[in-house]
């Protein structure tokens, strides 16, 4: 039995991976479940799963769930904060973690399973983007092992040869193509984005996802932090990853080799393939996805990308190509854009100024250490808000 943790086991991907394991019950034990602050949810999962422990980031929220627990569920342990969430990242009885936090807070807990040395199967692609090479070589440092969630990066290990990981170009491989359904808004003129309202930006046409990442998806910053993850993930530069809008999601991504091949691995937009693959790799597991019908399908569309209705794709190829903190502030300021476009507080296309300006107004800089990115991190999103709060006053007006 391997043992799981799942960080994040409220949000669409923590449910769609309890979905999956759920069908192999001698496989895979949970002995973790985390969450920020939804109690009920948690709860309801803590019957269901019977983990040994449950952690919630927001202390209020676990004390409310230790209460919940304390009855019908004694011998389940609750734990709070980042050091509840780090704890069960690194527990010796865990063989995996799923990281399924969204946004940069999920960096320390799955930083926590990389220096334990965990399979960690990586959703949470803020955490990476943020942390870069660091996180890369602790993976590396200490023998964890890194498999991606996210469905192209999953396709595109799929599409890898063996011995990927000493470098692309030793084994014929030239470039990869990372494609993307060109969200909710491909065919939406710029002049129509100040009307935008967060519901529809949150209806994506293919993928049912949290609202943080359906929102990335919208304004296509979340291509843009899939070309960072890419290049963390198969040691690659912004220069060998193409994009490439292929509306039906029916491709995931394609690996381009020197001999003119381009394998792809194609599926229904469905994460519990990707989940499935991870969990069991190198063997195979049924994910309860439906099967591909190619010919209801009928046929499948490609075209590139329009970086003038979607800077946020050319803020992150800018960021790609730096070894500086400018993918920390990028990611920084898109979340706190993000949040405050999803509370009403700011137009949709006012979420790519907020990344400029604070691209623009502060200096990134190498960073040695998690502190350091930490740092950059926290200083991007006090400048973000700044930026925002003056957009707000300027609507009043
Ligand atoms: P979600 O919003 O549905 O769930 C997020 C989870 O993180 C919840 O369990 C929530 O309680 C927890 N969380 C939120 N803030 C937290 C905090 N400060 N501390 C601790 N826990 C916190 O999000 P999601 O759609 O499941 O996405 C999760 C991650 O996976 C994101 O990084 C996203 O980019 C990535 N991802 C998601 C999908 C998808 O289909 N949903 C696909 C690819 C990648
Ligand atoms: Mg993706």
């Known amino acids: 039995m391997k043992g799981v943790t799942i ?24 002995v973790a479940l985390t969450a920020n602050s939804e109690v009920e949810r948690l709860y309801r999962q803590c019957q269901a799963f019977q983990p040994q422990y449950a952690v919630m980031a927001n202390e209020i929220a676990a004390e409310q769930l230790a209460g919940r627990l304390r009855d019908d569920m004694p011998d389940v342990q609750v734990l709070s904060g980042v050091a509840g969430l780090e704890q069960v990242a690194a527990l010796e009885q865990v063989d995996i973690v799923m990281a399924a936090i969204v946004g940069a807070a999920g960096l320390l807990p799955t930083l926590a399973a990389a220096r334990s040395g965990k399979r960690i199967l990586l959703a949470n692609k803020e955490a990476l983007v943020v942390a870069g090479h660091i996180f890369m070589e602790e993976v590396r440092g200490n023998g964890a ?9 999953n396709a595109i290990f799929q599409c890898m040869p063996a011995g990927f990981e000493d470098g692309l170009a030793e084994v014929g491989v030239q470039r990869i193509m990372l494609t993307s ?26 993928w049912a996802m949290g609202r943080k990442i359906s929102v990335d998806s919208a304004t296509m910053m979340n291509k843009g932090l899939e070309v960072i993850e890419a290049c963390l ?11 490439v809008i292929h509306p039906q999601s029916v491709i ?12 792809a691995q194609l599926g229904a937009p469905d994460m519990r393939i990707p989940i499935a693959h991870a969990l069991a790799w190198p063997k195979r597991i049924e994910s309860g996805a439906e099967r591909l ?12 990308p329009d970086l003038e209705r979607f800077p946020c794709l050319a803020y992150a190829f800018e960021a790609a190509s730096r070894d500086d903190t400018a993918a920390v502030i990028m990611n920084a300021a898109n979340e706190e854009a993000v949040s405050a476009f999803l509370d009403n507080a700011i137009l949709f296309p006012d979420i790519p100024r907020v990344i400029r300006r604070a691209l623009d107004e502060l200096s990134p800089r190498q960073a040695a250490s998690i502190e350091e990115v930490l740092h950059d991190d926290q200083r991007a999103r006090e400048h973000a808000r700044e930026i925002i709060k003056g957009i707000k006053s300027d609507y009043c007006k």
């Not at 960080?7 to 949970?30: C, F, H, K, Q, W």
């Not at 092992?145 to 990066?153: G, Q, V």
């Not at 993930?233 to 994009?243: A, E, G, I, Y």
């Open 7 to 30: 960080l994040g086991a409220t949000g669409s991907i923590g449910i769609n991976t309890l979905d999956v394991m759920s069908r192999y019950p001698g496989e895979y034990r949970i």
């Open 145 to 153: 092992e890194l498999l991606p969630i996210d469905s192209e990066h």
């Open 181 to 206: 359904s060109g969200g909710p808004f491909l065919q939406v003129p710029a002049e129509e984005f100040p009307s935008i309202t967060p519901d529809q930006a949150c209806a994506h046409p293919n």
């Open 233 to 243: 993930l198969f040691s690659t530069t912004p220069d060998k990853v193409q994009v």
């Open 252 to 263: 995931h991504s394609m690996v381009e080799y020197l001999d003119g091949s381009v394998l």
């Open 293 to 304: 019908d190619l010919f209801e399908i009928a046929r499948l569309d490609f075209e590139a």
